[in-house]
């Protein structure tokens, strides 16, 4: 099988898209539910004082109330090395990393170590553009996407094997099912426990067919990011025993 990951640091680039910019400049939430409140409050003095308001006010209206409420909670979390603090800031996330420990026995912890190696907690992550003579952009390293890193074809399987045709890599519910899917395989096929992030993060590196040849061996810089995960997945796991 293909691997999932690609070489070298993490590109944390996003999408050069206009729904990407619209996400950045809202992704204070307060902020922006203060705006919705201040529409909603000056369009009823608006309604009260000069009878029926305009077309225009009532979509910026609904505007302002997604934007706010909705919009704003994409971004990434600050203080990655604090697992409370991420869980304090991404609620939901709380009850999909439960899921997964209930429905594939992977410790929250090792799923949040790999997600944050893997992405940063950014849901739009990419891997870094190649270039023709250091100048122009050939495309992508690969087609590595998402909070969890998938490339298009693993996540076709996954997709396929879990019947979740509609399940996005940009949706951390989803990614977040995926890691516990593959590292429950990866226990099966080659008995590595699913508590052992060193190991299961070089089988979800390298793919299985690179991790059966160890093609781990010959890349000293990736052996010893599994090694630094492994103090990462013991932090967090201290931090999420107290919250």
């Known amino acids: 099988?293909?691997?999932?990951?690609?070489?070298?640091?993490?590109?944390?680039?996003?999408?050069?898209?206009?729904?990407?910019?619209?996400?950045?400049?809202?992704?204070?939430?307060?902020?922006?539910?203060?705006?919705?409140?201040?529409?909603?409050?000056?369009?009823?003095?608006?309604?009260?004082?000069?009878?029926?308001?305009?077309?225009?006010?009532?979509?910026?209206?609904?505007?302002?109330?997604?934007?706010?409420?909705?919009?704003?909670?994409?971004?990434?979390?600050?203080?990655?090395?604090?697992?409370?603090?991420?869980?304090?800031?991404?609620?939901?996330?709380?009850?999909s990393m439960r899921a997964v420990e209930r429905r594939w026995k992977v410790p929250t912890s090792v799923q949040m170590a790999i997600i944050w190696q893997e992405s940063k907690f950014e849901r739009w992550a990419r891997t870094p553009m190649k270039t023709w003579l250091g100048i122009v952009p050939v495309g992508r390293v690969s087609s590595a996407f998402g909070y969890a890193q998938v490339l298009d074809g693993t996540w076709e399987w996954y997709k396929k094997s879990t019947g979740k045709r509609r399940a996005k890599r940009t949706n951390f519910k989803d990614a977040s099912d995926f890691i516990g899917w593959y590292?429950?395989?990866?226990?099966?096929?080659f008995g590595v426990p699913k508590n052992d992030v060193r190991n299961q993060y070089l089988a979800y590196h390298e793919g299985h067919s690179g991790f059966a040849r160890q093609s781990y061996q010959s890349k000293r810089w990736l052996v010893k990011v599994a090694d630094r995960l492994v103090e990462r997945q013991k932090m967090y796991s201290r931090q999420l025993s107290r919250c």
């Open 183 to 189: 590292i429950d395989i990866t226990a099966k096929k």
């Open 1 to 95: 099988m293909v691997c999932i990951h690609r070489e070298g640091n993490v590109n944390r680039e996003c999408p050069p898209s206009l729904s990407k910019i619209v996400l950045n400049m809202l992704e204070i939430k307060l902020l922006t539910c203060k705006l919705a409140s201040s529409v909603i409050y000056y369009t009823v003095v608006l309604r009260l004082c000069w009878g029926p308001i305009s077309v225009m006010l009532k979509i910026f209206t609904v505007i302002a109330l997604l934007a706010g409420c909705s919009v704003a909670n994409f971004g990434a979390p600050k203080a990655l090395d604090d697992a409370c603090s991420i869980l304090k800031q991404k609620p939901q996330w709380k009850s």
